[in-house]
């Protein structure tokens, strides 16, 4: 049976706990359990080896149980997270699934069936090299989503290593290659799961104080929320010990302010994408952004200014994509770097480029010298067509408290001035209304703010 290994560790830490829960804990020994029922579901709905199956739910021990029950059935598991708005049957269709088992909101499961087939080159060669799979598809935020295919023996065999046990914070979503990799790490070194039953500052600060949470891994703009919010001051967080960051680029004046809050926790900057797994990384120091990526299953190599990864554990491709690997295996991440020896600092994605007159801005490099200004809580730049220039900046800034845009735009302007050249400098600077993060905790640079 597949993930042998990992189910012998649950066997030999019985009385370890392995799951959070609602306030609950399950204990290793109840998690293998659960397995072996979830394994007997699938039995009994006659789900076969090989099969596609939609798993719709968040972290949770059935949950997991399930997710663990299908990949050591060799199945093909697209996970979806429960609260994601996301066309569950247009997934269905390009994944060829034929079951889709949902894990309601009591930990129950329920199953229906598809009519799909599978006949995709990549789905047929895992299901015929009966190693199990997994499909991660992306946000979709610039597009359809890409469904990105992996075998499943090659992307959990890292965590067969056995490394330091913790206690995590499940912070990433279920359905993201993050979150995957933060469950598959928490039970391969027996360490505990905290789970979330939603994601705002006060649930995940809750969390850390009443479970004395020692990691919690999350997005640059959640933890400016942290920052913003103050939650700190009203829980006990002294319990962490590690805040992983990763997902999009991390504002210098953000990481600086985190790090006075929180003098004793270590900040390390993660890298991974769908496509290629999480890679290991060591950030430079505490309060830096410049971060080694790589290991011993990762090559990486800088082209005109962009990272290209080789993975052992890359995807296999897309279903719905050309493969976007050379002809040597090299995959290009489009994330624009500077280079410092074997240290690199992301500068941001290269379709997030603003192009002022053929000048290259940055939108994080301007975020950054923004939130070193007075009174800014956050800031997100954005680009707008300009018929002379192609594009001119745009700010959308949220305040710490009221205050009269006028004055602030002012003293961004004049702030921005002094550190950037011109043309970095935002022609515009707005009032943020509305949702400016995505349900994945990532800044979004759509246009969702009104003038001032």
């Given amino acids: 049976m597949l993930l042998t290994w990992l189910l012998d560790r649950f066997e ?12 609950q804990t399950t204990t290793y020994a109840q998690l293998r359990d659960w397995v072996d029922a979830a394994g007997k579901f699938l039995s009994e709905y006659d789900v076969s080896r090989g099969e596609v199956v939609i798993l719709d739910a968040d972290f949770s021990p059935r949950a997991i149980a399930l997710l663990l029950a299908a990949m050591a059935n060799g199945n093909i598991v697209v996970p979806v997270a429960a609260h994601v708005v996301a066309d569950r049957d247009n997934f269905a269709r390009i994944a060829q699934a034929s079951r889709h088992l949902t894990v309601d909101e009591n930990d ?15 789905l047929v060669q895992i299901r015929d090299s009966d190693t199990g799979g997994i499909v991660f598809f992306s946000s979709g935020s610039t597009g359809q989503p890409k ?23 499940t912070f990433m979503l279920f359905d993201h290659i993050g979150g995957f990799n933060t469950m598959m790490y928490g039970l391969a070194n027996t360490g505990c799961l905290i789970t979330l039953e939603t994601r705002d500052v006060m649930s995940v600060c809750r969390a850390i104080e009443q479970h004395r949470a020692e990691v919690l891994p999350a997005s640059p703009t959640f933890l400016n929320l942290l920052i913003v919010s103050q939650a700190h ?30 003098p004793a926790v270590h900040f390390r900057q993660s890298y991974g ?34 990272l290209h990864i080789k993975a052992k554990s890359s995807m296999l491709g897309y279903l719905n994509a050309p493969s976007p690997f050379d002809e040597d295996g090299w995959f290009n991440t489009y994330d624009q770097v500077d280079v410092d020896g074997q240290w690199l600092r992301f500068k941001g994605r290269e379709s997030d480029i603003i192009n002022v007159g053929g000048e290259k801005v940055y939108p994080a490099e301007v975020e950054n010298v923004i939130l070193e200004v007075d009174n800014i809580a956050d800031a997100t730049v954005t680009k707008q067509v300009h018929p002379l220039t192609g594009h001119i900046v745009v700010a ?48 979004t ?5 009104a003038d001032s």
């Fill in 233 to 262: 001051k009203d829980f006990d967080l002294s319990s962490l010990k590690i805040i992983n960051y990763a997902t999009e680029v991390m504002p210098e004046a953000t990481l600086a302010k985190l790090n006075e809050i929180f």
């Fill in 147 to 169: 469904a990105a295919v992996h075998d499943l023996e090659r992307l959990v065999g890292k965590f067969k290593v056995e490394r330091h046990t913790q206690r995590l914070i």
């Fill in 108 to 122: 129950a499961y329920t199953m229906r069936q598809y009519e799909h087939e599978i006949s995709h080159e990549l």
């Fill in 396 to 443: 959308q800034v949220r305040l710490n408290s009221e205050e009269g845009m006028k004055s602030v735009t002012k003293r961004i302007r004049r702030y921005c001035s002094s550190k950037l050249p011109s043309y970095k400098v935002p022609v515009k600077v707005m009032l943020a209304t509305g949702d400016r993060m995505s349900a994945r905790f990532k800044k």
């Fill in 273 to 306: 994408l769908s496509e290629l797994g999480i890679m290991r990384s060591q950030s430079r120091s505490d309060d830096s952004v410049w971060v080694k990526v790589g290991g011993e299953d990762y090559q990486t190599r800088i082209v005109d200014g962009m």
């Fill in 12 to 23: 030999d830490h019985g009385q370890n706990e392995a799951v959070m829960w609602r306030d």
């Fill in 445 to 449: 640079r759509r246009d969702n703010t």
